[in-house]
């Protein structure tokens, strides 16, 4: 038998390890090998003969083989078990994604954190100032919050433009629907006149943009929201103070 | 009696790398040298109870370059290996006390 053929009938059995491993299995007998062969060549032993009687000391490969797979026959199944889990936790994802759970529960987190400030953002042109703000107030279940007033010109008039968002008290709870249709904005003659909206939203949170016309000399401007039986009216102060527009 | 846990091989090679870290020619070289040539194993049959250890967590394997100049896959036992080995040596001397008590006649019983 030559070193070859020892090596390949040991290598025979382990196709279940990987390339790496099997090239270290093999490493490590051919160094075995070339060990013992080494201070046999030193005494003047014939290299066929040596490698001979190094291969005969080794032992049957086949069966070196055999015991060699199954140190590794635990590793498939742990595999398998690590595939396992990430499968289950795809299917999961994909799962909650596809009902929008997952969409949901990020949306109505998102909200508390940064809503949104882009919603409507070409609508209004030649900004004046713009003011971050935190109102809020407990409608039904839910939160009303106003986190943004802008102040610029939209079809050649003065105007005020005011984001809102809504979510359930409750982190990842579903909020009520249809901000968009309960809300209005009234200047401080109540006005709503040139009222429009933009807005985005899930089951999660809603987000809307709505804009009504305001005068030099307005210092703030109301938003309304209609619950069921009950009407909620905040007063937004409109950026730089008092007078300034 | 218990059932022994291990193989006597793995028990050997536990024990050599108690030691010092070592690789496989130079276990065999030193399990013969110790047993005075009476474990002549065949000498492949060790690599698969090193990689099963290895798969166990009971040593750990890296190359180094040996005293000959070559690299070396080099094992070291792990803290893991090192309380096998305990729990193995203190089931081996109980197995070999009782085995050392009947050839002797008999845990205290005199011969007939």
Known sequence: MTRREFLDQVLAPLGRLTAEEREAVLRELEEHLEDRMEPMLERGWEAARAEERCLE????????????????????????GRAAVVLTAVVCIQALLGIGLLSNAWDSLAVRISPPTTIAADKLKNVEATEDLDIRAEVGNDVLRIYRVSVGEKEGRRTAMVLACMYDRLPFGIVAGDLNARSRLFNQRGEATGNGSGGTGSYGAACVARWTSVEPGDTYVVWECRAIGETIRLEVPLPGGEGTL | MKKKAMEHTRLLALSLLGGEDMYGYQMIIELARRSNHVFDMKEGTLYPVLHGLEQEGFVEAYRKEAPTGRERKYYHLTRKGREALREEERSWKRYAGAVDAVLRGGAGVEPV
Do not use: F, T
């Open chain 1, 57 to 80: 000391a080794m032992g049957n490969p086949a069966e070196i083989g055999r015991e060699m797979a199954r140190q590794y026959r635990g590793k498939g199944w742990l595999w398998l």
